[in-house]
């Protein structure tokens, strides 16, 4: 059994998209979030209102993602990945909406850092030297 610390962040995307393929069908518009620990992808998921209601109705539409859109969504999030910096934990978030028959993905790359980390892995005399300056 292969583990996910030993696939590219790239192939776990692919893997994120694999998985939420039918919910993308169903939907025109949303937010598609993958949290990242250690460069291996942890929770992920799709935030969206798929619920439509106007005049005191709700309407079911089952228009969604066609798998052109979906392919050029994946494509477009895997390409983000290359402004993916120096980080290993953190959470990128792709909103997502249908324009004329054409999708429109905005990349959100969020880097997550904890301080607790950063105390062991430095010397506590770097921290003193910075504290003189201060």
Do not use: C
């Not at 610390?5 to 998209?17: E, N």
């Not at 990945?81 to 054409?102: A, C, N, P, S």
């Amino acid at each position: 059994m292969i583990k996910i610390d030993q696939l590219s962040l790239a192939r776990q995307m692919d893997i994120v998209f694999k998985e939420v393929e039918q919910e993308l069908a169903g939907l025109t518009a949303g937010t598609l979030f993958v949290q990242i620990r250690n460069n291996a992808v942890g929770k992920f998921g799709i935030r969206h209102n798929p619920i439509a209601g106007r005049n005191g109705q709700f309407t079911f539409t089952e228009e969604g993602l066609s798998a052109v859109h979906q392919l050029s969504f994946r494509n477009m999030a895997i390409e983000s990945l290359k402004y993916k910096h120096h980080w290993t934990h953190g959470e990128i978030t792709y909103d997502f909406m249908v324009r004329q028959g054409i999708i429109v993905v905005d990349a959100i790359l969020e880097s997550n850092y904890n301080m607790a980390n950063l105390m062991i892995r430095y010397p506590r005399q770097t921290y003193h030297e910075v504290s003189s300056d201060l």
